[in-house]
């Protein structure tokens, strides 16, 4: 099949390799050069895209990123992007499209369990942008369009969380996290290939929610610093369950993140 990547950073260039190496032809849309052997890349802006010149395209990945967390940058990354990649690609016999959104689009906040048959209720204004877009290619493409909902993605860098564990002193309350490996969501997503009847939509998580108080301490004790304090019992956040991932077949490569962590601080 041809494939294209329509946003090709990280998580998009595991993905790529995976099919490349599979078989399949790889082609991918970006704003800066790609230096990729195995695909064919195109310097374009989504806003104005024109694939007339690009080969039938079979299987779409879309994977954009904003720079700006604000909502202005959401609006313009996210959803500004929905029409004129749907126009681009109308001449071609896409039979796939495969959207990556965010978990983002769940507001639950006081420690909630979700999984993939939760109702979508997003509380800010960057998670219903998110749930807009998703809405728009749903709309789009009723029945080939599929929307992953990752959790937090790890495994680059500890930086930050080492950042975290060495300037807090205290956490304001009981917060639920959840990650995902860089490598299982690449994984899953070229995954989805072999996968005869994909669900309209996935979330991808490990299935091992943590207190963020706990994880940020579990740094604090591998740095040998002392451990911060949890200020109050109030809960936040919310834990998330991968149910219908699980039942495609896949299996996780990195079911423990502090395993994970250990690598990374080597």
């Given at each position: 099949?041809?494939?294209?990547?329509?946003?090709?950073g990280?998580?998009?260039?595991?993905?790529?390799?995976?099919?490349?190496?599979?078989?399949?032809?790889?082609?991918?849309?970006?704003?800066?050069?790609?230096?990729?052997?195995?695909?064919?890349?195109?310097?374009?802006?989504?806003?104005?895209?024109?694939?007339?010149a690009?080969a039938?395209?079979?299987?779409?990945?879309?994977?954009?990123?904003?720079r700006?967390?604000?909502v202005?940058?959401?609006?313009?990354?996210?959803?500004?992007?929905?029409?004129?990649?749907?126009?681009?690609?109308?001449?071609?016999?896409?039979?796939?499209?495969?959207?990556?959104?965010?978990?983002?689009?769940?507001?639950?906040?006081?420690?909630?369990?979700v999984?993939?048959?939760?109702?979508?209720?997003?509380q800010?204004?960057?998670?219903?942008?998110?749930?807009?877009?998703?809405?728009?290619?749903?709309?789009?493409?009723?029945?080939q369009?599929?929307i992953?909902?990752?959790?937090?993605?790890?495994?680059?860098?500890?930086?930050?969380?080492?950042?975290?564990?060495?300037?807090?002193?205290h956490?304001?309350?009981?917060?639920?996290?959840?990650?995902?490996?860089?490598?299982d969501?690449?994984?899953f997503?070229?995954?989805?290939i072999?996968?005869?009847?994909?669900?309209?939509?996935?979330?991808?998580t490990?299935?091992?929610?943590?207190?963020?108080?706990?994880?940020?301490?579990?740094?604090?004790q591998?740095?040998?610093?002392?451990?911060?304090?949890?200020?109050s019992?109030?809960?936040?956040?919310?834990?998330?369950?991968?149910?219908?991932?699980?039942?495609?077949?896949?299996?996780?490569?990195?079911?423990?993140?502090?395993?994970?962590?250990?690598?990374?601080?080597?």
């Amino acid at each position: 099949m041809h494939i294209l990547f329509i946003g090709y950073g990280k998580i998009s260039e595991r993905v790529a390799k995976q099919l490349f190496e599979q078989g399949h032809q790889i082609s991918t849309v970006s704003q800066s050069p790609k230096t990729d052997s195995f695909a064919t890349h195109l310097m374009q802006d989504v806003h104005t895209l024109d694939l007339t010149a690009v080969a039938p395209i079979d299987w779409v990945y879309v994977l954009l990123s904003s720079r700006q967390r604000a909502v202005e940058g959401y609006q313009q990354t996210y959803l500004d992007s929905v029409q004129p990649i749907v126009a681009a690609l109308n001449m071609h016999p896409v039979k796939r499209m495969v959207v990556v959104s965010s978990t983002r689009v769940y507001g639950q906040n006081a420690g909630e369990s979700v999984d993939d048959d939760t109702a979508i209720h997003p509380q800010d204004a960057q998670g219903k942008i998110l749930q807009q877009m998703e809405q728009a290619y749903l709309a789009a493409y009723p029945e080939q369009c599929t929307i992953i909902r990752p959790s937090g993605i790890y495994g680059t860098s500890v930086r930050r969380m080492q950042h975290m564990a060495a300037s807090m002193t205290h956490y304001p309350n009981l917060h639920w996290s959840n990650r995902i490996h860089i490598e299982d969501l690449a994984r899953f997503l070229a995954h989805l290939i072999h996968v005869e009847h994909p669900d309209s939509s996935y979330i991808v998580t490990n299935n091992q929610p943590q207190l963020l108080a706990e994880v940020l301490q579990w740094f604090q004790q591998q740095m040998q610093i002392p451990l911060l304090q949890v200020e109050s019992h109030k809960v936040t956040g919310k834990k998330l369950y991968a149910t219908r991932m699980q039942k495609t077949g896949f299996r996780f490569n990195h079911p423990d993140c502090f395993q994970d962590y250990l690598e990374l601080m080597k």
